[in-house]
């Protein structure tokens, strides 16, 4: 557990001082993990309503941050480029997300247009409205998703890096809330750009 907790710890670390310059990246993921706290409660009361707003807020705030506002340039603070951070992203790095947004975003037109093919994903007591089918899917989806990258991780490194990066996903609401609640106050001071003093002093 203690090696579990120390890589979990390492894998928070450099995920923040690599991949979260941006103020309005911070906040979005502020959003995004606010958001992200109202799927989960709905994950026991409908899971489909869990899945919309997963899907439809808190992962499009969050990679809107990621795609269109975080820094692609060199990273003077890592002393890394942008090549070198994405080559070696733990989680799903911005190549593998397009793949991953490319499916969620098919999800909702095959059910729209091959309802038929689909329906074995909502249970019997459900309607098979495309919108359920696609909540359904979604929500296959981002466990599908978790698991898969578990696996290469596993398969790549260790388990133990495997099993830290999904208690990091699982978690990274909370920890996320922790780490940028600030940031929309920075950003109404004019602060574009994580100044990352804490990052260079360590760094350096």
């Excluded at 710890?9 to 309005?24: L, N």
């Excluded at 080559?87 to 947004?101: Q, S, T, W």
């Excluded at 729209?112 to 495309?130: G, K, N, R």
């Amino acid at each position: 557990m203690k090696d579990l907790l120390k890589t979990l710890e390492t894998q928070r670390w450099d995920d923040h001082r690599y991949y979260h310059h941006s103020r309005v990246n911070q906040t979005l993921h502020l959003i995004s993990a606010l958001s992200f706290l109202v799927a989960y409660v709905y994950l026991f009361i409908d899971p489909v309503v869990s899945a919309l707003i997963a899907w439809l807020f808190s992962m499009s705030t969050r990679q809107i941050g990621h795609f269109f506002f975080e820094p692609k340039g060199y990273d003077e603070i890592n002393l890394a480029t942008h090549e070198y951070k994405e080559e070696i992203k733990v989680g799903y790095n911005l190549k593998r997300k397009i793949v991953l947004l490319s499916i969620c975003a098919l999800i909702p037109v095959l059910a729209y247009w091959m309802p038929q093919y689909l329906t074995w994903a909502v249970p019997a007591a459900y309607e098979d409205t495309p919108v359920r089918i696609t909540g359904m899917l979604w929500l296959f989806l981002g466990i599908a998703g978790l698991t898969f990258r578990v696996f290469q991780l596993w398969h790549q490194e260790s388990l133990l890096a495997g099993l830290a990066w999904a208690m990091k996903i699982i978690t990274d609401p909370v920890h996320d809330i922790k780490m940028y609640y600030k940031s929309p106050f920075y950003l109404l001071r004019g602060e574009w750009i994580d100044p990352m003093d804490h990052v260079r002093t360590s760094v350096h």
